[in-house]
């Protein structure tokens, strides 16, 4: 009886569960790799694009100087995406902040500077002389292969701020003065053909918002 129960015993053949025939079979195998390798791709093929920046207006032509002397304007510009940036050199508070978020956009599009610029564009040219805009690019470590200080005609430079960029107040409507367009705390993306395309007030969401814009505009026009 115990020889019996004993050859009973060893002689069992236990089933294989269900897992462990899966892992056992070489199709398994292919079958996963097939899906690790071919779901990335579809997925990316059936994402959504994100939609097109608006235009909002077409800026007109103008030709300026910048901290060096030197003519600057539209057609320096022409082919780039562009930040332009409303200050003056003697404003503090806002335009403090102001300066420091921009230094940080000029840090952040160091790669592409063969593609994007920036431009701070005073609203006083009676202080701000090229030696004074030459001096503040200086303090803020501006690199001048991306980031300009322009000043020009006082009555062209008003014509340019507030009909030209449009910019909108805190409140959602148009500024009127250059003086509102500064206290509306926000910077305005050119696209390569001078087209406005969006307004970001200068916060944290908002810079990052226009890092991501900037990106789409020189992305798209790569491809196109």
Partial sequence: MEATATATTTGHVRNSTFVEKMVL???????ASVFLFAYP???????????????I???PYYSFFDETGRTFGSSELKGKVYLLHVM???????????FKE??????????????AAIVSLTV???VDTPAVLY??????????????????????????????????TQLGKRTTTVEEVI??????????????????????DGINKLMIDIGLLINRKSKS
Avoid: M
Wanted: charged content about 25%; hydrophobic content about 40%; glycine content about 6%.
């Fill in 183 to 204: 206290l509306s705390n926000h910077l305005v993306l050119v696209d390569q053909e001078g087209r406005v395309r969006g307004y970001y007030p200068i916060v944290k």
């Fill in 135 to 168: 001096a503040k690019a200086r303090e803020l470590k501006a690199n001048p292969n991306v980031w300009r200080f322009v000043s020009g005609p006082a009555s062209e430079i008003q014509a340019l701020v507030v009909n030209g960029l449009k910019v909108p």
């Fill in 102 to 115: 921009v230094q940080r956009v000029q840090h952040r599009i160091r790669g592409v500077v063969d593609r």
């Fill in 41 to 55: 791709l579809l997925k990316s093929i059936g994402r959504r694009l994100p939609n097109e920046l608006p235009v």
């Fill in 57 to 59: 207006t077409t800026l």
């Fill in 88 to 98: 003056s050199s003697d404003c503090s508070g806002i335009c403090d902040l102001s």
């Fill in 124 to 126: 006083k040219p009676d």
């Fill in 25 to 31: 079979n070489k199709w398994f195998w292919i079958c």
